[in-house]
């Protein structure tokens, strides 16, 4: 009688060890790139997740992108889907997103928010639960459980999700509007993020090629 009080005893102990983190919400990476000489410097990423719940500055800052040596116009497109991450820790899968940035390259602010489609949090939820079948090892951070957001002039969004295998999907696409006051909201008397001297060269040899992302 007393063994089975005891294995009753740690079957209950591991069902209340286990439950919470049965309940626990998933969590997510997001990262923001930018296209070549296009800067952009983001004020804040928020969140809404499936869930109802609101997450207040998940990431904020510079963006991947970069500068290439050579003679051609870098900017136009998508040269990759690289970024920084930031972790949305507590969050369920993304409904939707709230992202304000400065695009330093033609000295204007934006501001939208972007629904996240049910495909992409299929391949998220895939993502952070299957093995990639070309490299079956479990990928660091929770696999291709990421989000990026690609921020371009003229307010243009596009966004992707990576697979188990970090490929990145491309999920939805969003037009920003402006904000109306300005670069952190005001507070900064006007004053942007500063602009590269090689962005500046970039833009006045080639000019910012709306229409292309």
Do not use: N
């Not at 997103?97 to 390259?105: D, E, K, M, P, T």
């Not at 590269?196 to 910012?208: F, L, Q, T, V």
């Amino acid at each position: 009688m007393r063994r089975q009080i005891a294995l009753l005893g740690t079957i209950l102990l591991l069902a209340g060890c286990q439950a919470p983190q049965q309940q626990r919400p998933a969590w997510w990476l997001v990262g923001f790139t930018e296209p070549a000489y296009m800067k952009v410097w983001v004020e804040t990423l928020d969140a809404e997740d499936i869930q109802g719940q609101l997450f207040h500055r998940i990431g904020a800052g510079t963006a991947a992108g970069g500068e290439p040596k050579g003679d051609a116009e870098y900017a136009r497109g998508w040269l990759g889907v690289g970024s920084s991450v930031y972790p949305a820790v507590g969050a369920d899968l993304p409904k939707r997103l709230f992202v304000r940035w400065q695009s330093v390259a033609e000295s204007r602010t934006y501001r939208t928010w972007i629904e996240i489609p049910e495909q992409a949090r299929r391949i998220l939820r895939q993502s952070t639960t299957a093995l990639c079948p070309d490299d079956p090892h479990p990928m660091p951070m929770g696999g291709g459980g990421r989000v990026t957001l690609g921020l371009a002039p003229g307010g243009i969004v596009q966004v992707w999700v990576r697979d188990e295998c970090l490929r990145p999907i491309k999920v939805a696409r969003a037009q920003a509007e402006v904000e109306p006051l300005g670069p952190h909201q005001g507070e900064s008397d006007g004053h942007y993020y500063p602009q590269s001297d090689a962005s500046k060269r970039y833009i006045e040899r080639w000019g910012i090629p709306y229409g292309s992302w």
